[in-house]
């Protein structure tokens, strides 16, 4: 039994020498770098922002908008270190559109829950976003890129400004230098919003047209293979 013992301890403690020479996986290696902290960051601020839009009051309107807004420029940043330092990987390939998605679509939920933005706005925005990440990943499984165009640049812009906007939502003094005006954000940002809605019907036609025409020049590239 003793000798029993000490050979399960022997098994035991060579196990966890392997463990802990084993080295880490690639994924887990190329999770730790900055641009991916940074995405991993914008990821955590939704709670906050969350938190910040269930008291509909000035202070914590500003504030949504602020947290809101440092996550939308740390995704400009991520997305500029990752390609100055080459640090493109896998997981922030995946991390950094979800990111942009989840953020947006717990503003927009949230907006909707304030009753700053008809719902029927949202649900397109979110049905576009659906659509051309399916027709990315299909045409990604088929070896085609669907590079994004103007028009789906202008609507991120678009969007997020007007939600940017819609977080502040009252009414609030704008200094122009040469003399102060009251600015309604709300209505700034639902102006703001609607463009982005016809920046993203038109983008998804875009995208739908560029993935019909690579089938079609599949199809007419296989169909001259079988002649030959």
């Known amino acids: 039994m003793a000798i029993d013992r000490a050979t399960r301890k022997q098994r035991r403690e060579e196990r966890a020498r392997r463990r802990a020479e084993r080295r880490p996986s690639v994924l887990v290696q190329e999770f730790w770098n900055l641009p991916n ?3 991993l960051g914008r990821i955590l601020l939704i709670p906050v922002f969350v938190w910040l839009t269930y008291d509909a009051d000035p202070l914590h ?3 949504a ?3 809101f807004a440092v996550a939308s420029i740390t995704d400009v ?3 500029y270190l990752a390609r100055r330092w080459n640090l493109i990987t896998v997981v922030g390939k995946f991390m950094d559109p979800l990111a942009d998605k989840l953020i947006a679509m717990a503003a927009l939920v949230m907006m909707v829950r304030l009753g700053r933005i008809a719902a029927w706005v949202v649900i397109v925005l979110l049905a576009r976003e659906f659509i051309v990440s399916g027709l ?3 045409a990604a499984s088929e070896g085609m890129v669907i590079a994004a ?3 789906g640049k202008w609507k991120t812009s678009l969007q997020l400004v007007g939600i940017i906007s819609l977080c502040v939502h009252y009414v609030h003094p704008l200094d122009l230098g040469f003399r102060t005006v009251p600015v309604d954000y709300n209505q700034v940002g639902k102006v703001l919003v609607y463009l982005s809605g016809a920046f993203s019907l038109w983008s998804a036609v875009v995208y ?7 089938l079609a020049r599949r199809g007419g590239a296989a169909a001259d293979a079988k002649s030959v």
Not at 208 to 214: G, V
């Open 208 to 214: 739908f047209r560029a993935f019909l025409a690579m």
């Open 149 to 151: 165009g103007q028009e």
């Open 136 to 138: 990315r990943t299909i």
């Open 65 to 67: 908008a602020a947290v």
């Open 37 to 39: 902290m940074l995405t």
């Open 77 to 79: 940043i991520d997305g």
């Open 61 to 63: 309107s500003l504030a």
